[in-house]
């Protein structure tokens, strides 16, 4: 079976080894930001847990998206607690890792949090705090499944392959993109290869998968062979979000569609500049909107 995807995974993995800069000319701007500028919600972007995306890194752009609606975006350095979350409104968690996995993406792929970091973000997110948590392909689900627990999802330490030859995936309305409030303005969504989940009761769905994809989990990031483990896509997920005590959560199993960056020799557009992947951009400005808001994004 795994022999069908061989030329699929080549592709991305030669995505992978490319070079892969910010790019720096993504700066956008809107008619209709939620906020006047330095205004809004002060929303943390975590880089105290070995992120592969920080504020400063390869999530620039998703700051800088976040800033242009309004919000105040600062930086979360070190260990999550109840003083360093006290003045935050929201919270951006993108692939963190345990530090044994900063040089190897290999199993195992332990948390890259505490037990007792997870029961300060679980205990602030009950009480109005708006959690954005974002877990790529493995080792990066892994390093968060104890958190995403915490919250009733379940990870797949995978990678969410589509049946076909490209890489990346196009969800839109009625094919994967669920009619939702929070994809309001959002015809299709563009991804980069990411892991899955599975929804506990009272989540809502925003991004399905289906039986044309294949989660494969590998020992080693970007190593099949024949003993890999595969699951069908159906009845997994790639976008979520349920409210938890006073508080929202939002899980996404992909980093890149938030980011904006320049990919390979020829310095391929990948993420939120990507013309094809406009949309992107009013889904995580929906996404932080609803975080942060009361009963409904803050449309104009």
Known sequence: MLRSFVPALLLLSSGVDAQQV????????????????????????????HNFHTRSGRYQACARVLEADGFRVVDNDGAFTEKSLKNLDAL??????????????ALPTPSAFTEKEIAIVKAWVEGGGGLLLIADHMPFAGAAQELAAAFGFTFSNCFAVEDVERPLERFYRGAGLSDHLLTIGVDTVVTYTGSAFQLPAGASTLIALNDGYTLLEPDTAWRFNESTRE????????????NQGRG????????????????????????MNMPEARDNVRFLRNVARWLTGPDEPRMK
């Open 22 to 49: 910010q790019d720096s000319l993504f700066r956008p701007s809107f008619a209709d930001p939620a906020f006047n500028p330095g205004t809004g919600p002060c929303i943390a972007i975590d880089q105290g847990h």
């Open 248 to 271: 929202r959560v939002a899980i996404f199993g992909e980093a890149a569609m938030f980011s904006a960056q320049l990919a390979g020799p020829q310095a391929e557009p990948t993420g």
């Open 231 to 242: 699951r069908k896509g159906a009845g997994w997920y790639q976008a979520a979000v349920v």
């Open 92 to 105: 951006v968690i993108a692939n963190a890792l345990n530090v044994s996995n900063t040089r190897q993406w």
